[in-house]
């Protein structure tokens, strides 16, 4: 398995629910018996247990009340380098597809 978020070989991982029995099959090699579960832990004492926790979001404020509350994480927000320069345009509704396509042509041609 390819690690989703590294990119590198992730060993002695296996999907969930037989996905994994299932490509095995698929490639012909032998089925590994299923994995087990050997212990759990809550989110919260997983985080407990890290001297420092940082990290970088956009999406943080709008949860920082719960973070604070749940984990006693204060959110920071940090201001950008350089202001927006994105325009939201109002949303367009087309009524089939073939005038989506017409528009959409023609945004690219201007």
Not at 72 to 87: A, D, F, Q, S
Request: proline share 6%; net charge neutral; glycine share 10%.
């Amino acid at each position: 398995m390819i690690g989703e978020f590294t990119g590198r070989v992730a060993d002695n991982r296996k999907w969930p629910g037989g996905l994994q029995a299932a490509l095995e099959a698929k490639e012909g090699v032998s089925i590994d018996p299923k994995g087990r579960i050997l212990n759990s832990i809550t989110l919260l004492h997983f985080l407990e247990s890290y001297d420092q926790l940082s990290g970088m979001t956009g999406t943080a404020t709008a949860a920082a009340e719960e973070l604070n509350e749940f984990y006693e994480l204060p959110v920071r927000m940090v201001p950008p380098n350089r202001p927006c320069i994105r325009i939201d345009q109002p949303g367009r509704i087309f009524t089939t597809q073939g005038a989506r396509n017409r528009a959409v042509t023609d945004e690219i041609v201007k």
